[in-house]
C-alpha cells in the first residue's frame, strides 16, 4: 500500500521587473486518496458484493475534473466508468475469485497529470464450486405401484448461481433411462410426475452448473405391480381388496394374527385371537382378561354377584353374598346361615350344640348328633309309651326315659303307681300300676257261719259271705267283724258292716 502526503502549500514566485511591471506563477499540487472502507485485512465470502471507498481530496481541481481507476491483484483492472463525487471514489464488486488474497488499488488523477493511488488488502475465502442435490422423493423405502404416476422431487442448490438455472436430470439404471427434466424454482425444488415399469429401480438424480460442476444422489426405488405382493388379490388403489399389497400374508380372508394387523382386510384387527377384545371392556386375553366374552370381566374389574371371576384372580364372586367364604360348599345366596362357619350350611348335619348347622331356622332339631331318645310322656307322669324323639333336650311331650306307661292318658296309671283306685283309669282298666292285671285291694269274703265261737272268730272282715267279692269300682256291704250271739248259741256279722267301694290297681 501506498499514501501520498497532502501538498498544501502554493509556492509563488514573483518577479518584478521595474516598478511597474509584476509576474504571477501558480503551482500545481498533486491530489490525496485515501480507501477507508473496507478496512485492511478484511475477510469476505467469495461472491460476495463489497464497496470499496475512498476520500479525495484535490485543493486545486473539482471533482468532476479528476478521473479515477480501480485495479486488483490478482484480478486485473475493474472495468467501468469511476467518478468523484462530494470528494469520494466508490467501487462495487462480487467478482473477487475465493482462495485469494486481493490488493485493490485505486488511483486518481487530476487535470495536469499528477496520479496519486492508494491500496487495500481483503481476504476473499473459497466456496465450494459444485452443485448440492438432495433427494426428497422418494423417501427410503417408499414405493410406487404399476400403472401409477409417482411425482419425484429433488432440492438443488449452487454456491455462486441461481437455483432456477441448474440443470436437473431423474434417471433409472431400467429402460426408463433418463425419464424426467424438471424445471427448478426459485426455492431450488425440482419436479415431476412420472410412471416407471414394474421391479426395482435405481435412481440417479443429477444437477450441473453453468460451469460444468455437478452432483448426483442414489436411492433404490420399487415399483409394485397390481397385485404386488402376489397374493391373488390386487390393491385397493386399483378397485380391488387387498388392503396392503405390499405383505402377502394379508388380503380378504386371511387369517386373521395376534399382531396388531389386519389380515383379513375386514377393518378390524386380531379378531378371533387373543389379542381382540370381544367384549369391550378395554382388556384383551393377552393382556389378562380371564374371560372376553363378559364385559364385568377384567384385570381388576370390582367385583360383583355374577358367577364370574370379575377381577380375574380366580376366584368368583368373593366378598359377595354369592361367594362360600367358609369353603364348605354353600354360600350365603345358596342358604348358608353363618358363611364365616364350614360346620354350617344347607347340607351340615345338625349337632347339639345350641346352633343351626343346617340353616332350616331350627336350632337343635330333632335326629341331631349328639341327641337323647325321649318317649311321648302325654299325661306327664315320667313314663312315656313306644312312640319316640331323639332330642338334644325334653321337649314337649317327649320327656320320658321309658317305655312302660300302659295307659299315658292318666298321670297315675304308670309302673310306679302305688295308689288304689275306684275308678278306672280311663279306658275302663283299673290296671294302674301296669301289671298286667286289675288287682283289687278288698278281696277277702268274711263268712260268719258255724257254732264254735273259734270259727266266729277266725274271720275279722271281709265282704258279706255272698261267694264273691265285688269288682273294681263297685259297691257292696263289708263286714268288719264277726260276733257270737251266745243266746243263737251263732256267729253273725251284723254288728259290724259298712258300705265300701271295691279299689283296684
Not at 433409472?172 to 416407471?196: H, I, K, M, N, W
Not at 272282715?461 to 269300682?473: I, L, Q, R
Not at 260276733?483 to 251284723?494: I, K, N, Q, V
Request: hydrophobic share 30%.
Amino acid at each position: 500500500m501506498s499514501r501520498f502526503p497532502l501538498k498544501s502549500l502554493l509556492s509563488l514566485s514573483l518577479a518584478v521587473v521595474g516598478c511597474s511591471d509584476k509576474a504571477v506563477t501558480v503551482f500545481n499540487s498533486a491530489p490525496n486518496v485515501n480507501i477507508e472502507s473496507p478496512p485492511e485485512g478484511t475477510v469476505i465470502q467469495e461472491g460476495a458484493s463489497v464497496t470499496f471507498d475512498a476520500l479525495v481530496v484535490d485543493a486545486n481541481d473539482a471533482d468532476e475534473d479528476l478521473q479515477v481507476r480501480w485495479s486488483g491483484n490478482p484480478y486485473g483492472e475493474f472495468e467501468g466508468v469511476f467518478l468523484v463525487e462530494a470528494g469520494r471514489a466508490r467501487m462495487t464488486t462480487a467478482a473477487l475469485e475465493g482462495g485469494f488474497n486481493h490488493v485493490i488499488t485505486v488511483y486518481v488523477t487530476d487535470p495536469a497529470g499528477e496520479t496519486v493511488s492508494d491500496s487495500v488488502t481483503v481476504t476473499v475465502e473459497d466456496l465450494p464450486d459444485a452443485p448440492t442435490i438432495e433427494m426428497v422423493r422418494p423417501i427410503e423405502a417408499e414405493t410406487a405401484t404399476e400403472g401409477v404416476a409417482f411425482e419425484f422431487e429433488a432440492l438443488v442448490g449452487d454456491p455462486k448461481q441461481d437455483p432456477a438455472t441448474l440443470v436437473v436430470r431423474f434417471e433409472s439404471d431400467q429402460d426408463d433411462g433418463v425419464f424426467c427434466q424438471p424445471e427448478v424454482d426459485a426455492s431450488g425444488a425440482a419436479r415431476c410426475s412420472a410412471t416407471l415399469g414394474m421391479g426395482a429401480h435405481v435412481l440417479t438424480y443429477t444437477v450441473e452448473d453453468d460451469e460444468g460442476f455437478s452432483a448426483t444422489v442414489n436411492r433404490v426405488f420399487t415399483v409394485l405391480g397390481r397385485d404386488a405382493d402376489g397374493d391373488g388379490f390386487e390393491g385397493t388403489e386399483f378397485g380391488g381388496s387387498d388392503c396392503d399389497d405390499t405383505e402377502a400374508t394379508i388380503y380378504p380372508g386371511a387369517p386373521e394374527l395376534c399382531n396388531g394387523v389386519d389380515e383379513d382386510c375386514d377393518t378390524i384387527v386380531d379378531e378371533g385371537t387373543i389379542c381382540f377384545d370381544d367384549d369391550g371392556d378395554g382388556y384383551t386375553e393377552s393382556e389378562g382378561d380371564c374371560d372376553d366374552t363378559v364385559a364385568a370381566s377384567y384385570p381388576l374389574a370390582p367385583e360383583i354377584e355374577d358367577g364370574y371371576d370379575n377381577n380375574c384372580n380366580g376366584v368368583i364372586d368373593e366378598g359377595t353374598p354369592a361367594y362360600d367364604d367358609d369353603g364348605d360348599g354353600y354360600s350365603e345366596r345358596a342358604g348358608d346361615c353363618d358363611d364365616g362357619a364350614p360346620a354350617i350350611s344347607p347340607a351340615a348335619p345338625e349337632a347339639c350344640d345350641g346352633l343351626d348347622n343346617d340353616c332350616d331356622t331350627t336350632v337343635d332339631e330333632s335326629g341331631a348328633s349328639g341327641c337323647t331318645v325321649y318317649y311321648y310322656d302325654y299325661d306327664g307322669d315320667g313314663f312315656g309309651v313306644a312312640t319316640s324323639a331323639c332330642l338334644c333336650a325334653a321337649t314337649g311331650y317327649y320327656t320320658s326315659a321309658y317305655t312302660t306307661d300302659c295307659y299315658d292318658y292318666n298321670g297315675g296309671a304308670n309302673p310306679a303307681a302305688v295308689g288304689w283306685y275306684t275308678n278306672n283309669r280311663g279306658d275302663s282298666s283299673f290296671d294302674y300300676n301296669c301289671d298286667g292285671s286289675q288287682e283289687k285291694r278288698y278281696g277277702d269274703i268274711l263268712s260268719c257261719g258255724g257254732l264254735t265261737l273259734t270259727g266266729c272268730f277266725a274271720n275279722t272282715a271281709g265282704w258279706a259271705n255272698s261267694g264273691s267279692n265285688p269288682s273294681c269300682g263297685s259297691g257292696g256291704t263289708w263286714y268288719t267283724d264277726c260276733d257270737w250271739s251266745w243266746g243263737a248259741f251263732s256267729c253273725s256279722s251284723a254288728a259290724g258292716n259298712v258300705a265300701r267301694t271295691q279299689e283296684c290297681r
